[in-house]
């Protein structure tokens, strides 16, 4: 079978490629005009709290749910796993540390973006097609700094705090499966947090959790203002937004995490 420039699988591949530079770019376009935004007229406080309510604590049932049962498999695969190996004594240590590093954050992130980000760019799809934010315009309201702004804001600074929650939620199901089913003590188990407890850890985790609110709330109003088509549009803008805001945390975590373990975790 030849292959040429012409050829469809050649031709498919090249305007999937300049579809995705052109979504760079106008997420870096929507950025500058975010930072232009916020330097002309700093968004309503209320507005950023309202969202942060809605993010934040919207989210926190959820979160709650999931972070209780990823202790407690955290903690029946760590048991499974130091069986004759490593003494149970660093049970709660190996939950705390993996917690706080890297599962708190990164599945907080999830579902997060596939609840926060699905119904921002089902908002703000939902204003474009039914041309809600176009008539901001006309009224002189600018949408970036009244739609977009306070989202993204909230985004990047509830999920941190969300995130700690996760992470003590976390810790406490682990520690009621280990001291219930394993057969570790609860003062073995407390002992082992408190000695192996490091602020490094819980700032990198942290500064992930900063990172992937900023993603999940940048890509829910992207796709949000990128909508067209009526309701298949939103939709389609909808799935979008979740699929790009998971995908993005993933590819940043370990990005992040190559930075942080070569910086933060080495020690010189």
Do not use: H
């Not at 770019?25 to 975010?34: A, E, K």
């Not at 009621?176 to 985790?205: E, H, I, R, W």
């Amino acid at each position: 079978m030849e292959w040429s420039l012409s050829s469809p699988g050649i031709a498919t591949a090249r305007k999937r490629t300049l579809n995705w530079v052109a979504a760079v770019g106008r997420v870096t376009l929507m950025y500058g005009d975010m930072i232009q935004a916020v330097r002309r007229k700093a968004p309503s406080l209320r507005l950023v709290v309202d969202q942060m309510g809605t993010i934040g604590v919207g989210s926190l049932g959820l979160v709650i749910v999931v972070s209780l049962f990823t202790g407690a498999v955290a903690a029946v695969q760590a048991a499974y796993q130091f069986s004759n190996v490593v003494p149970l004594r660093y049970l709660g240590a190996v939950i705390m540390r993996s917690v706080i590093i890297e599962l708190g954050p990164v599945l907080t992130a999830l579902v997060v973006g596939g609840r926060v980000g699905a119904a921002i760019a089902a908002e703000l799809g939902t204003m474009r097609v039914t041309e809600q934010i176009d008539a901001l315009r006309a009224m002189g309201i600018s949408p970036v700094r009244f739609l977009v702004v306070p989202r993204v804001i909230a985004a990047t600074v509830m999920l941190p705090v969300v995130t700690i929650f996760s992470d003590a939620i976390a810790v406490l199901g682990g520690f009621a499966v280990a001291v219930m089913s394993v057969g570790v003590s609860p003062g073995t188990y407390l002992n082992s947090l408190q000695d192996f407890f490091f602020t490094k850890d819980l700032f990198s985790g942290l500064l992930k959790a900063v990172c992937f609110g900023n993603i999940i709330g940048t890509m829910g109003c992207f796709f949000g203002f990128a909508t067209e088509g009526g309701a298949e549009g939103v939709g389609l803008a909808t799935t979008r937004a979740v699929v790009s805001s998971c995908v993005l945390v993933l590819v940043t975590d370990y990005l992040l995490a190559t930075v942080l373990f070569q910086i933060i975790f080495t020690e010189r």
